[in-house]
């Protein structure tokens, strides 16, 4: 089971973000830029947040942003922002977030593969403030094991 890709050209270090709609702007725009994401698909992120809540802050300080598989989504891909200033999402116990991931996904089937290649990364409890603290892209992505 492997993550998608992450170039980096995905990979955002010490971004500053005004609130959570900002950070997970950068998160599809890095999806963008990375060729996985059309620049529409931070708007579809942003509003499943508004629609279902804060539900994408999966641990302490992480969030990871996506939306379902559709037009906006041209194919697999990961980004990676790291913050300079945390932000809330509204998460009751693992806010302020520091890390958010983009996940764009082709197809459902494919999406529970990528999250459970995620969740692996993140069975490791310093992968978090890692992320938080690389100073690199190619730091970030051998913290992700994409090197």
Known sequence: MSLPPLPESAIVIGAEAA?????????GDALAR???AAPE????????????GPYV????????AHAR???EVLADGLSIVTLQTPVNFGHPHNDPVRVVL???????AEHLVAVAALANVFNDSH??????AAS??????QIMGAA
């Open 127 to 132: 992968a978090i403030d890692e992320l938080a």
């Open 19 to 27: 609130d959570w709609r900002a950070a997970v702007t950068l998160a």
């Open 57 to 64: 802050v999966i641990a302490p300080g992480l969030a990871l």
């Open 41 to 52: 698909y931070a708007h579809e992120m942003i509003r499943m947040i508004e629609e279902h």
């Open 102 to 108: 983009g996940l764009a996904i082709m197809n459902a």
């Open 69 to 71: 598989p559709g037009p």
């Open 34 to 36: 990375s060729g996985a």
């Open 136 to 141: 690199s892209a190619a730091e970030v992505r």
